[in-house]
C-alpha cells in the first residue's frame, strides 16, 4: 500500500505496490486543508490466509471507501484528535498488518 505525502517543499514516498494479478490502483487526493483521521476496516481469512479485507478512510471532511470486501472482523485505527501521517504495513501477496503514524499538533 504505497502512501506518498506532499509539503511544499518536499515528497516523502512510503511502500511499494502489491497484490494479485487482478491489482487495481485506487488513489486518493486530499484537498490542502484535509487530513485522515482515522482508518476502519475488515480483516478475516481469505481461503487459508488471514488478511486485510477492506479498508475506508475517514478525512476531517469526508469518507474514501469502502475498499475491498467488508467481511469478517471489524477493526478501528483512530488518530485520537491527532491526524494521520503515514501507514506501516505487512504484506505477502495480500495486506495482512496495517498501522498509523499520527501527528499531534
Not at 485506487?26 to 490466509?49: C, P, W
Amino acid at each position: 500500500m504505497p502512501f506518498r505525502s506532499y509539503t511544499s517543499a518536499t515528497v516523502t514516498s512510503s511502500g511499494v505496490p502489491g497484490g494479485g494479478r487482478r491489482r487495481r490502483v485506487n488513489e486518493i487526493n486530499l484537498a490542502q486543508n484535509e487530513y485522515l483521521t482515522s482508518v476502519v476496516g475488515h480483516y478475516g481469512y481469505f481461503n487459508k490466509d488471514f488478511v486485510v479485507r477492506s479498508l475506508t478512510f475517514v478525512s476531517n471532511l469526508c469518507t474514501y471507501g469502502p475498499y475491498g470486501r467488508q467481511e469478517g472482523i471489524t477493526f478501528a485505527l483512530p488518530s485520537a484528535r491527532g491526524k494521520i501521517v503515514g501507514f506501516h504495513a505487512r504484506s505477502g501477496l495480500f495486506l495482512d498488518a496495517i498501522g498509523t503514524y499520527v501527528q499531534f499538533d
